[in-house]
């Protein structure tokens, strides 16, 4: 028998069509074509996707259990993704909900680089909480962007990335946003005495992505930000592969597309995600507090020897929140607080940073 992966898939069907529902989904992400068109029986019996559970949820909602031939996956990130939820995806009544995988498969795609540990080790954070915020809004040059992040590593950051948004526009072209912040964060660092990280946002295709990465390498940086659903699973992967002194932080979008955002999380830390950023609980994107917790719980946790990548809720977050925020996901996080930093005056805004980057050290050490 081949190694299976175990795809669960949250259903919406009346209970006497449900059976049908599964088969059809088993059949649709795994051969796309009627099984009496099949002649090999080898595929029929190796490769055809089959239906190992149907519990039912209530209101209408069924757990379908079914099991892919891993593979079809071989150790194709991106390919992963398009097995497990590829056709599926453009039906409105289905939402992958989770994967098991098997032990060859996590080792074959083989996790962060870094992960907590690794990150921590970087910013001197051993036993808090890491901090960290982000250079926006779209439109500031390089100069202005590199006045931003002065500010912000003079308060003491850990982490300073890149929005995701910023690329290599004309008003930033990434070469010149990289260095002028770069400089900035360095001039800072050497003041506080505190390693500051800069990460950089990577965007275009993979040769653009990895001559950023070369160009950073330069500068001497060794973290960088990506947005793995818009660079690609697989080009991620690969970055993460070839560029291995890199830590990458992980950014979310387009990732709220019928895919539990929980699994999400746990396919980027497959990929290789250091740091994972989601929507924190209460901030402006509608993400629950157990969604918030499984989602760090799928960071940390025990994933077959892969190395836990670090939990960081973002978006509508406040300084005012912080002790609440540590309260609930312990000292294994990075707490990003972007907008309302940012919000400080210009010749405030290294205090209020200062602010933040104390009430996590206040908190941790208690």
């Not at 992040?149 to 982490?159: R, T, V």
């Not at 505190?194 to 070369?214: C, E, F, K, N, V």
């Not at 993400?287 to 917790?293: A, E, F, P, Q, R």
């Amino acid at each position: 028998m081949t190694s299976r992966l175990t795809a669960v898939y949250r259903v919406r069907a009346r209970p006497g069509e449900i059976e049908a529902r599964a088969a059809a989904i088993a059949v649709e992400q795994s051969v796309e074509m009627p099984l009496s068109a099949i002649r090999d029986a080898s595929i029929l019996s190796e490769i055809v996707g089959e239906v190992t559970a149907i519990d039912e949820r209530g209101d209408g909602a069924f757990d379908v259990s079914i099991d892919l031939a891993a593979a079809t996956v071989g150790a194709d990130a991106g390919q992963l993704v398009n097995m497990l939820f590829g056709n599926t995806s453009l039906h409105d009544d289905v939402m992958l909900s989770s994967v098991a995988f098997p032990r060859e498969m996590l080792s074959a795609f083989g996790g962060p680089s870094h992960g907590l540990s690794g990150l921590r080790a970087r910013v001197d954070a051993k036993g808090r909480a890491m901090t960290c915020s982000a250079l926006k809004p779209q439109g500031l040059g390089a100069d202005d962007l590199g006045k931003l992040a002065f500010e912000l590593a003079m308060g003491g950051l850990d982490f300073i990335k890149d929005d995701h948004g910023l690329a290599n526009q004309t008003y930033s072209p990434f070469a010149d946003r990289m260095r002028a912040c770069t400089a900035a964060v360095r001039r800072a660092s050497d003041r506080t005495h505190h390693p500051t990280r800069y990460a950089p946002s990577l965007s275009g295709s993979y040769i653009d992505m990895q001559r950023q990465l070369d160009l950073a390498r330069e500068e001497g940086l060794d973290a960088a930000l990506i947005a793995p659903m818009i660079a690609g699973p697989s080009n991620f992967h690969a970055l993460r592969r070839n560029n291995p002194d890199f830590a990458f932080l992980a950014h979310p979008t387009m990732t709220g597309a019928r895919v539990s955002p929980i699994l999400f999380a746990q396919l980027f830390r497959l990929f290789g995600a250091d740091a994972s950023i989601f929507p924190n609980y209460g901030g402006r994107f509608g993400y629950s507090l157990s969604t918030c917790k499984a989602i760090a719980a799928g960071l940390l946790g025990s994933f077959s020897g892969l190395a836990p990548s670090v939990p960081a809720p973002a978006g509508g977050m406040s300084l005012d929140r912080t002790p609440e925020l540590l309260d609930c996901y312990g000292e294994d996080v990075m707490l990003l607080i972007g907008g309302a930093l940012l919000s400080a005056p210009r010749e405030g805004l290294a205090a209020e940073t200062a602010r933040f980057v104390g009430a996590v050290a206040r908190h941790c050490y208690l």
